[in-house]
């Protein structure tokens, strides 16, 4: 059964800077491809960054060179560390993990970025 936890979210200021962890399990993790998505409240869930297999990234455009995903395989942890965070940052930021096979979601922590 596999399960993800995330943890990191929080209130900061225009500027600051948050690191998100999601703890997985039931899953052999470095043969999975990760991913962080995000919802803003009224709007699609979207695409903020994913890491595939530990051998490549891709991230959204409006988050690029402010973002970057990584990963722990050894802790099954995956991580965002977010910095020069802007207001539309805000929102529930939830990890994915997926295989040809299966897709599953974490339950999501709320960023909340104020100006």
């Known amino acids: 059964q596999v399960q993800l936890v995330e943890s990191g979210g929080g209130l900061v200021q225009v500027g600051g800077s948050l690191r998100l962890s999601c703890a997985a399990s039931?899953?052999?993790?470095?043969?999975?491809?990760m991913g962080w998505y995000r919802q803003a409240p009224g709007k699609q869930r979207e695409l903020v960054a994913t890491?595939?297999?530990?051998?490549?990234?891709n991230y959204a455009p409006s988050v690029k060179d402010r973002f970057t995903i990584s990963r722990d395989n050894a802790k099954n942890t995956l991580y965002l560390q977010m910095n020069s965070l802007k207001p539309e940052d805000t929102g529930v930021y939830y990890c994915?993990?997926?295989?040809?096979?299966?897709?599953?979601w974490g339950q999501g922590t709320q960023v909340t970025v104020s100006s």
């Open positions: 890491d595939t297999l530990g051998s490549s990234t």
């Open positions: 994915n993990a997926r295989t040809s096979f299966f897709s599953s």
């Open positions: 039931g899953i052999t993790f470095s043969r999975v491809t």
